[in-house]
């Protein structure tokens, strides 16, 4: 069993920064791939990015290129989302997800939601114009 608890989320004008972190206890987060997901009000959630046990960026949504970057620091237990100039529709309940693989993981195609193992409870995350 893995428990994900997201923080860092608040209030930030737009061309703001902030920096959320995923902090992990149970079983060995370095066995874990983990991701990054928001849900806007109103909206499905969608899929931000997604890094290996080694901190190697796999995917990253076209919306956060350039922007976001997602980093972990396997010694903490935590995953990090930074994001930069964030916009009002970057306005969203940010969760992160770990999903179990191995060493060699290198997925051909973009894991679907159904294939992450653990869920965050989400961190608001509000950019005001």
Do not use: H
């Amino acid at each position: 069993q893995v428990q994900l608890v997201e923080s860092g989320g608040g209030l930030v004008q737009a061309g703001g920064s902030l920096r959320l972190s995923c902090a992990a206890s149970g079983r060995s987060f370095s066995n874990y791939a983990m991701g990054w997901f928001r849900q806007a009000p109103g909206k499905e959630r969608r899929f931000v990015g997604i890094i290996s046990w080694s901190g190697q960026l796999l995917y990253r949504a076209d919306s956060a290129a350039g922007r976001f970057t997602i980093s972990r620091d396997n010694a903490k237990n935590t995953v990090y989302l930074q994001m930069n100039s964030l916009k009002p529709e970057d306005t969203a309940v940010y969760y992160c997800a770990a999903r179990y693989s191995g060493s060699s993981y290198l997925p051909k195609d973009l894991p679907k939601e159904s294939e992450y193992n653990y869920w965050g409870q989400g961190t608001q995350v509000t950019v005001s114009s």
